[in-house]
């Protein structure tokens, strides 16, 4: 079965400085999705990536899908107080698309 | 801005009891979805429920859980005789096509078995 994993688990990054998270697949990628997990707010999409080499930019939010490597980089530039939160991956799987997820990063940002 | 909203937002039980957990997804969206978050733990796949009927369940969603979709607007998730493994979020999730879609997502009930 496939797996993801994230890195790092946690990050803590002083307020203005950039940083970079990772997801790697124990599989083929066919799509890797990006969701940001507040509590009691759900899971909130960030973006969706199809085909290698995708990239796609929000805000000061980029995400890139390198397929050969099985992985995508989730890079957050000028890091604000509302970046705070867990960030997960998710690959879509099984006739319906459902999602199998990393275990999350969970940033913190430093004033 | 449409919204998949759940209910209730916090639910305790006592170990035994039947619960029900109640979703309203996107009106228009056509695939559904469970998962559950225990406790420092990854989300993980429930079950997917497309023109009502389940299209894929993991081996979690044993004969405890059931889903319907009783009014062409709530999706349910039933647990029939809930235990304390079964406390954790839960989150709806339903999605307007298949493959390269968004799937939005509720904020997720709270499950506590006591």
């Known amino acids: 079965s496939q797996e993801l994993e994230q890195s790092p688990q946690s990050l803590i990054v002083q307020e203005g400085k950039n940083l970079t998270i990772n997801c790697t697949s124990s599989?083929?990628?066919?799509?890797l999705y990006w969701y940001k997990q507040k509590y009691g707010e759900g899971l909130i999409f960030l973006m969706m990536?199809?085909?290698g080499g995708e990239e796609k930019s929000h805000e000061k939010i980029t995400a890139k899908l390198d397929e050969k490597k099985q992985q995508s980089s989730l890079h957050i530039t000028a890091s604000q107080p509302s970046h705070a939160g867990i960030y997960l991956c998710?690959?879509?799987?099984?006739?319906?698309?459902?999602?199998?997820w990393g275990a999350g990063t969970k940033l913190i940002i430093k004033p | 801005e449409p919204e998949v909203t759940q209910t209730p937002s916090h639910q305790v039980t006592q170990m035994g009891q039947e619960v029900i957990l109640r979703c309203v997804p996107i009106?228009?969206?056509?695939?559904f979805y469970w998962y559950r978050q225990i406790l420092g733990q990854k989300v993980e796949f429930l079950v997917s429920?497309?023109?009502?009927?389940?299209?894929?369940k993991s081996e979690i969603f044993d004969d405890q859980f059931s889903v319907e979709r009783p009014d062409g607007s709530n999706f349910t998730l039933k647990i029939r005789s809930t235990k304390l493994e079964d406390s954790a979020m839960y989150f709806c999730?339903?999605?307007?096509?298949?493959?390269?879609?968004?799937?939005?997502f509720g904020q997720g009930t709270r499950l506590t078995v006591v």
């Open positions: 999730a339903s999605r307007g096509g298949p493959y390269y879609t968004e799937a939005f």
């Open positions: 009106s228009n969206h056509l695939y």
């Open positions: 429920f497309y023109n009502n009927e389940i299209s894929e």
């Open positions: 599989k083929t990628l066919y799509g």
């Open positions: 990536l199809q085909k």
């Open positions: 998710g690959a879509p799987r099984g006739s319906n698309y459902q999602l199998i």
